[in-house]
């Protein structure tokens, strides 16, 4: 069965700092990878996903990540982080055979502090 | 830009009570979703549809029933209502195909008293 860990259920950086949010996936082929973001009291909306073709993404708000197939990792990216960034952000993947069923990890919620 | 558009962004019932989530679509999207989403256990699947009048269980179905009856409207029913399905419940809509994201709703907050 298809599982995504969230490493870090909660992660605090700096105004302008790095931002990381781990993402691993256990799948023996690779799955499509996307990643969502919840703003308070407001409904997922996408961020950016992997599907095919370059391994490196860019998505909305300055976020990238990169599918590395080695480390079976997606990992989420802003090189300088803004307030309005704080949120919450899920993981999730859509196996790429089979019964197609979303499987979400457990989030990350981001702090931003001044 | 697609919405989805549940019903009612919070709800408040009572044990027993027989509970009616609804939401609709208006990308004319094959499939339709309802999550529960609790602190600490992210995003869980209740049910999904894949087609008018089709449906599929998901992670956690139990004391939870849906309805398709069209391909927009995608209801959530809960037939005798309980205070440990006190929860946030988001409805999402996307195409079959799986490189295509899923687009939510802005979410019910369900209390069960």
């Known amino acids: 069965a298809q599982s995504v860990t969230q490493l870090g259920s909660h992660v605090s950086v700096s105004e302008g700092a790095l931002v990381l949010l781990r993402c691993n996936y256990s799948s023996s082929v690779p799955p499509y990878l996307f990643w969502y973001v919840q703003y308070p009291n407001q409904g997922l909306q996408l961020l950016l996903k992997y599907t095919t073709g370059a391994t490196l993404v860019k998505g909305i708000n300055g976020f990238e990540a990169e599918f590395k197939k080695s480390e079976t990792s997606f990992h989420l990216t802003k090189p300088s982080a803004h307030m309005s960034d704080a949120a919450e952000y899920f993981c999730a993947v859509i196996p790429s055979g089979g019964y197609q069923k979303v499987t979400f990890g457990i989030g990350t919620k981001l702090q931003v502090i001044p | 830009d697609v919405k989805v558009t549940q019903s009612s962004r919070y709800l408040v019932k009572r044990t027993g009570e027989k509970v009616f989530l609804e939401c609709v679509q208006d990308m004319d999207h094959e499939n339709m979703f309802w999550y529960r989403q609790d602190p600490g256990l992210g995003l869980r699947l209740i049910y999904f549809?894949?087609?008018?009048?089709?449906?599929e269980k998901g992670d956690i179905p139990e004391g939870y029933s849906v309805s398709r009856e069209k391909k927009e409207r995608f209801s959530l029913i809960l037939e005798s209502a309980s205070t440990n399905q006190t929860s946030m419940y988001l409805c999402?809509?996307?195409?079959?195909?799986?490189?295509?994201?899923?687009?939510f709703g802005q979410g019910t907050r369900l209390t069960v008293v």
């Open positions: 999402a809509s996307s195409f079959p195909a799986r490189s295509t994201e899923a687009f």
């Open positions: 549809s894949y087609d008018v009048k089709m449906k």
